[in-house]
């Protein structure tokens, strides 16, 4: 049962973030007096809809889109005249824009001449066509905030989990970097001083909340004194220690989950502080104002991660064919999130509060559909926002262009010319959806 309600929260989740993508089209196209005959999430037969005013408002059965479908997104054939139909050519990809642009027009009655996509200004079609990708980006930002301030970030905190029973003397290696204690090996500094679960609340006369504000002081004060406040059963324990000085091995960042090495292949070893003293794992709620940065950062990363899709793609291939296992870090399809939801909702976590965690993931699973939904709609390529996007701004480019070197008006860019990339570009997204699909049913990424 849990299962099933962690796929439902996905699926509700990702049909409203494409609603709310489709929204930010609707709106300003309407506002602008743009015609709109359909706003529709999903893709395939028609379950349910109803119309009001000139738009009927539907849901399709395959959850993997939407759209508003606006009359006359495709100008006429320079020196037609609007509303003017002509013969569709007999030529292949003459033919298939001739058809568009027919299908185009014809959906423009008596009296919806100016109501017309195409005549739109450019300021006002790039206005429409980054309302959908806007919209997204403001649900990310949300749930980010939900989950950042809300339920908080699992962070390492300096409430003690454990106190270390010595120093150890040990060198660091490539195998053993956290050397284990020995036989006569020195008391720690935190020897009969520091208990389990008391929580450092000060460093040297600085309020501390993050385990890495702790540590920052102590791996640089090797051999000094330091003095730490005590949160000990809700009263404040003042204490002074002289830390010892250890040899550590070099991590790569704060996961500590890398070492680093030297060329020829030894360990980089660094002397810094020792405590003798250990965090425990708990939820901070961060301030608001770190969400935009954390979005700005993660806009970058996944912009990183989309430039590599085609190599991702390949080991997707791989895996299916069974020539390599699943990368734990590559791409996934719609259901592959869903099931990640539904795996995560019904495990049993290694974790206290399993509710925040689990609300935790879930949150930054939309997140991250929000985030990509942003990213890839972005592309300069038809069918996608970015196609009409790029359009809209090379129409603007020409006639801002002509208008400097008085030249006539080029009119409107001719998108129907994009049409074979689009179609193109559709299959290959198709394509890509059901080799992702297929692999998330027969070799899935396991979160648990």
Same mark, same amino acid.
């Given at each position: 049962?849990?299962?099933?309600?962690?796929?439902?929260?996905?699926?509700?989740?990702?049909?409203?973030?494409?609603?709310?993508?489709?929204?930010?089209?609707?709106?300003?196209?309407?506002?602008?007096?743009?015609?709109?005959?359909?706003?529709?999430?999903?893709?395939?037969?028609?379950?349910?809809?109803?119309?009001?005013?000139?738009?009927?408002?539907?849901?399709?059965?395959?959850?993997?889109?939407?759209?508003?479908?606006?009359?006359?997104?495709?100008?006429?054939?320079?020196?037609?005249?609007?509303?003017?139909?002509?013969?569709?050519?007999?030529?292949?990809?003459?033919?298939?824009?001739?058809?568009?642009?027919?299908?185009?027009?014809?959906?423009?009655?008596?009296?919806?001449?100016?109501?017309?996509?195409?005549?739109?200004?450019?300021?006002?079609?790039?206005?429409?066509?980054?309302?959908?990708?806007?919209?997204?980006?403001?649900?990310?930002?949300?749930?980010?905030?939900?989950?950042?301030?809300?339920?908080?970030?699992?962070?390492?905190?300096?409430?003690?989990?454990?106190?270390?029973?010595?120093?150890?003397?040990?060198?660091?290696?490539?195998? %053993?970097?956290?050397?284990?204690?020995?036989?006569?090996?020195?008391?720690?500094?935190?020897?009969?001083?520091?208990?389990?679960?008391?929580?450092?609340?000060?460093?040297?006369?600085?309020?501390?909340?993050?385990?890495?504000?702790?540590?920052?002081?102590?791996?640089?004060? %090797?051999?000094?004194?330091?003095?730490?406040?005590?949160?000990?059963?809700?009263?404040?324990?003042?204490?002074?220690?002289?830390?010892?000085?250890?040899?550590?091995?070099?991590?790569?960042?704060?996961?500590?989950?890398?070492?680093?090495?030297?060329?020829?292949?030894?360990?980089?070893?660094?002397?810094?502080?020792?405590?003798?003293?250990?965090?425990?794992?708990?939820?901070?709620?961060?301030?608001?104002?770190?969400?935009?940065?954390?979005?700005?950062?993660?806009?970058?990363?996944?912009?990183?991660?989309?430039?590599?899709?085609?190599?991702?793609?390949?080991?997707?291939?791989?895996?299916?064919?069974?020539?390599?296992?699943?990368?734990?870090?590559?791409?996934?399809?719609?259901?592959?999130?869903?099931?990640?939801?539904?795996?995560?909702?019904?495990?049993?976590?290694?974790?206290?509060?399993?509710?925040?965690?689990?609300?935790?993931?879930?949150?930054?699973?939309?997140?991250?559909?929000?985030?990509?939904?942003?990213?890839?709609?972005?592309?300069?390529?038809?069918?996608?926002?970015?196609?009409?996007?790029?359009?809209?701004?090379?129409?603007?480019?020409?006639?801002?262009?002509?208008?400097?070197?008085?030249?006539?008006?080029?009119?409107?860019?001719?998108?129907?010319?994009?049409?074979?990339?689009?179609?193109?570009?559709?299959?290959?997204?198709?394509?890509?959806?059901?080799?992702?699909?297929?692999?998330?049913?027969?070799?899935?990424?396991?979160?648990?």
């Amino acid at each position: 049962m849990l299962w099933i309600l962690g796929i439902l929260l996905i699926v509700v989740g990702i049909g409203l973030s494409i609603a709310l993508h489709e929204i930010g089209h609707l709106l300003p196209a309407k506002l602008f007096g743009v015609k709109c005959t359909q706003y529709m999430v999903g893709f395939g037969k028609t379950i349910w809809s109803r119309k009001r005013g000139d738009t009927e408002y539907g849901i399709k059965a395959i959850p993997l889109g939407g759209y508003v479908r606006m009359i006359g997104m495709i100008p006429p054939r320079p020196g037609d005249q609007p509303g003017q139909l002509r013969d569709v050519s007999t030529g292949r990809f003459s033919g298939l824009i001739d058809q568009a642009r027919h299908d185009s027009l014809i959906e423009v009655e008596p009296g919806d001449e100016d109501r017309v996509f195409y005549k739109l200004s450019v300021p006002k079609k790039i206005v429409v066509m980054l309302g959908g990708l806007t919209m997204n980006l403001l649900l990310a930002l949300v749930l980010l905030v939900i989950l950042i301030s809300g339920v908080g970030v699992q962070s390492l905190v300096p409430r003690l989990s454990t106190v270390a029973e010595c120093v150890p003397t040990a060198a660091p290696t490539v195998e %053993a970097p956290l050397a284990e204690c020995q036989p006569g090996d020195p008391l720690p500094p935190s020897a009969g001083v520091l208990q389990e679960g008391d929580t450092i609340v000060e460093v040297n006369g600085q309020p501390v909340t993050l385990w890495g504000e702790v540590t920052d002081v102590i791996r640089g004060s %090797a051999g000094q004194s330091i003095d730490l406040v005590l949160d000990r059963n809700g009263e404040r324990v003042p204490v002074t220690l002289t830390l010892a000085t250890v040899q550590r091995a070099a991590f790569a960042d704060d996961t500590r989950a890398e070492v680093k090495v030297n060329p020829d292949g030894t360990l980089v070893v660094e002397t810094v502080g020792f405590l003798g003293a250990s965090a425990s794992i708990d939820f901070v709620r961060l301030p608001i104002t770190e969400a935009p940065v954390k979005l700005v950062e993660t806009v970058a990363a996944t912009g990183q991660v989309l430039l590599t899709v085609p190599e991702r793609l390949v080991n997707v291939w791989q895996t299916v064919t069974g020539q390599e296992e699943r990368d734990p870090e590559g791409l996934i399809s719609v259901v592959g999130v869903a099931r990640a939801g539904g795996e995560i909702v019904a495990a049993d976590l290694p974790i206290a509060d399993q509710a925040r965690a689990k609300a935790g993931f879930i949150l930054g699973l939309l997140f991250g559909v929000n985030i990509a939904l942003f990213l890839f709609n972005l592309l300069p390529m038809p069918p996608l926002d970015g196609g009409q996007l790029a359009g809209a701004v090379w129409e603007g480019i020409k006639r801002t262009g002509a208008r400097l070197l008085g030249r006539p008006d080029p009119g409107y860019v001719d998108v129907a010319k994009g049409l074979p990339i689009a179609y193109a570009v559709s299959i290959l997204l198709i394509a890509m959806t059901v080799l992702l699909v297929y692999a998330d049913l027969v070799t899935p990424v396991r979160f648990t």
